[in-house]
């Protein structure tokens, strides 16, 4: 007599001691990682609650700061804690990416083979990648290091301040051009935001029946979390216009500010004078050899007036001029914003000296070897009251913070 095979099932069932029974055990004890992110999410659901990072007002708070400056810190417990990282907390960080030919050569049960005939990938209507043009840059904001952000921080808590005192306000952030300035204050996603600088350029976009000037160029932008980017300028004002705020200037110096083509003008306000910036057309090769020479200049009546007679005035250097810029200033002395302005750049005064016909030894004082987007940018930083923070490198030919 054959004897009947026993199936697994039949096994199964014939367990009446129970002795296969068996339950699933569950570990209870967290590993090191677990205890990280749990760490983590402490500070991620503070940031939830209250829409800001922890700062040193209390010492709960102050503890939650503690931990999120060793992670930024920390390489390692950076690359764990990221994906976790639904605020940005950390910035940047450098992950290890696996490749399409990782994931191919992973496939050891063969999920991933296909017929020859992927019809269903041959686009007809869109473009190759290969025939997409590459981005010239991705903007990714990158952890400063604490001593580099030290002076950043000084700032940001001051407007902060100034901005519970009522002396700042936040307003709809709306025109790029007309609301995105350096030197400015924002806030993206709850989280403030100074414009340092930009490295700017007006691009002609030719239409069917019009030409359109925009601004172009890439910015550095640092953030309260001690992060910062060099997103590009339109980039950096269609986030603030999707998800950002403006902060105003300071409110208790508004009525004593020098308006100049801000859009702030009103009936009575009353003009004061004017500001050029001026080039020389002279051909003394000494001058004429001087790259980015400068004069800026006040005027209480017309510009053109003034300058009518520059090829006699030992301050035109003998020569006529180009005007380059005027800029209207109201309800304040303009020649009071000339002499900041000759202050700030006092280090890159023209050191010439001329004679005139009686053979009279003259130094002209007015004329300076800047760029003039630089010369724009301080007139810029004198409007919003932060022309205090910064001072000119002759060397380098920028503007930096103290």
Known sequence: MTKKKLSIDDIFNDDDFGLLDSKVKTSIVKTDEDRLIDSFEEINVFFDKNKREPNKSSMSEYGLLAKLKNFRENETQKKVLKPFDRHNLLGYVEMEKQTIDDILNDDDLGLLDADKDLDIFKFK??????????????????????????????????????????????????????????????????????LESANLNKEEIKHRSSIRVRVVGRTRTIFENGTYNNMLFTSLGRGLQQDGKLITNLYDKIEQDLFVNTGLVKEEDLQTGWIYVLKSKSTNAEIRGINNLYKIGFASNSVDKRIKNARHEATYLFADVQKVATY?????????????????????????????????????????????????????LILNENIVNYEYNTLTKEIKLK
């Open 125 to 194: 209507h869109t473009p190759r990648p290969e025939d997409r043009a590459e981005t010239d840059f991705v903007a990714q904001r990158k952890p400063m290091k604490e001593k580099e952000f030290e002076k950043y921080e000084v700032m940001f808590q001051k407007v902060h301040k100034e901005i519970k005192e009522g002396k700042r306000k936040i307003k709809p952030f709306t025109n790029i051009e007309k609301n995105l300035h350096v030197g400015d204050f924002y806030l993206m996603n709850g989280i403030m935001l100074y």
């Open 328 to 380: 209207k200033v109201y309800n304040r002395n303009a020649d009071k914003l000339e002499a900041l302005l000759h202050r700030f750049f006092a280090n890159a005064c023209l050191d010439i000296d001329l004679f005139n016909e009686k053979g009279q030894r003259l130094n002209p004082r007015e004329w300076f070897v800047v760029p003039f987007e630089v010369i724009e940018e301080t007139i810029q």
